[in-house]
């Protein structure tokens, strides 16, 4: 009966510092204080009412002051709204904001919490000062033939269903696992052709979002405790067992075959340079990392193009007519050069993930008590950071009419008048996005493959997007489906 008493009052006083600190913590600091937030906020996310993202979207709109804050689940939280703090976060003072908040069971998910996304400094600046060659322009060239055939194969499934509703939630990601499958690992499975393919198995899992998985995803977030508690893992068990399987299967058959140019021979030479002497896992884990980064993001990305561009048809015979300029001037085969030569390919690309960046949000923790003179702040060491990036890319203070889907905001003379801060899609400092060049060029080439063979229709009616509130990244509720015709 005293072990009750005792557990019921440790219970309500922990309750009752949690309310005081939801109360008086921001308020103290002279930031403005969500309440909603703190407390129905938290609850729908884990009722996966709504995700992070659109936490932050909700918080963004809530008020016109610079930050906002709020306590999840204990931990204070600061939404930053001033694109110049944002910069001095994410670049000048990187330093002090060098981590993200979230955290994987270390003991039961190997592999998750070694991924570079997931990994701390100073082992986080280790591995990515290793392998950040790999993504270098001179090796995008060399990986180049692999996509175009990738591509071709897209045309030709295309081509093989020309007339009917194509469904592109299920299409792009053949597209992008074959993309990364074939410049990760050296393996070409077509997942057009084969129903069967490993690869996509494993792909299809990782980004499930059934009611478990989007538990997950916010506890990873949000709740070390609870992450840890329930033993979850940020790569699915099947998955990560595909890449553990594929990292040894290749690495015997190196041996004998010698030197190949995709990522995990990076991997391989960086293991026989004895680079990672504390930990093979870890190596592992890059291979893993670029499987579950690659596919969805360029998946995601070329499924919202292909959609703007039915929708908007100028835009759609403006971008068909620079492809059959570049043709014409490269016999006839579309090249490296002339994709990333192609302004309008390219800001088309910018444009779809202004409107759609596929992380809606970007997080640090803070390492350090961290002042704002001008503000008379103190952010204090461990707060989470979050920055709103859809939010800021869909205000119209910084991209009028920002529904509207209008690549030139990306031409030259439109970029120098646009706050340069406000675009965020790939993230910015030290920690971004790795895989920016390698995502953008995978993007481009099965977008102009599939806009310079045939005239792309939507299968029904366009809408503004509803994306699903159980993921954390962005992911449309509707399928999206087009219907292509040969030109
Ligand atoms: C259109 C495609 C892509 C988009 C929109 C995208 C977006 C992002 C964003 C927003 C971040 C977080 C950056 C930050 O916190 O500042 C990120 C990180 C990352 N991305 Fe991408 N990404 C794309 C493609 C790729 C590809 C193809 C790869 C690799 C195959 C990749 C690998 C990574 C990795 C490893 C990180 C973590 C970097 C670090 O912590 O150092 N991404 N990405």
Known sequence: MLTLWLLLSVFLSSLLVYFAKLQFYWKRKNVKNNFYASTIGVL???????????????????????YVGFILL??????????????????????????????????????????????????????????SSWFSSGKMKTLFTKISQIGDNFVEFVAENEGKPIDLNENCPKYSTDVVTACGFGIEENCFKNKNALSREAS????????SRGIQFVCYFISPFLTNFFNMKWLDPSS???????YYDIKDKRLIEGTHDDFIAELFKMEQKNVYHTDPVEIMAQAAQFFLAGFE??????????YEMAHNKTIQRKLRESIKNDLKENGGKITYNSLVGNEYLMNIIYETTRKYPVLPFLDRICRND?????????????????????????????????????????????KEKMGLNSYLAFGGGPRNCIGARFGKLSVACGLAKLVSNFDLNLAGEYEELEFDPKGFLLAPTKKIKLVFNKI
Request: charged fraction near 25%; charge should be positive.
């Open 297 to 306: 993001t360029v998946s995601s990305t070329l499924m919202y193009a292909l």
């Open 44 to 66: 729908k996310l884990f009722l996966l009412q709504h995700n992070i993202g659109a936490l932050c979207e909700q918080l963004y709109w809530s008020t016109k002051e610079k």
């Open 204 to 211: 299809k899992k990782i980004f499930i979002y059934n009611i």
């Open 240 to 246: 990560s067992e595909f890449v553990e399987k594929m």
């Open 74 to 131: 204990g931990k204070p939280v600061l939404i930053v709204k001033n694109l110049k703090l944002i910069k001095k976060i994410l670049v000048k003072d990187f330093d002090n904001f060098d981590n993200r908040t979230m955290t994987t069971n270390k003991i039961g998910d190997p592999l998750g919490t070694r991924t570079l996304f997931v990994e701390k400094n100073p082992i986080w600046k280790f591995i990515r000062s290793k392998i």
């Open 370 to 414: 961290y002042e704002i003179p001008e503000d008379n702040l103190t952010i204090d060491a461990g707060t989470y950071i979050y920055i709103p990036v859809q939010p800021i890319q869909r205000d119209s203070e910084y991209f009028p009419d920002p529904l509207k889907f209008d690549p030139d905001r990306f031409s030259i003379e439109n």
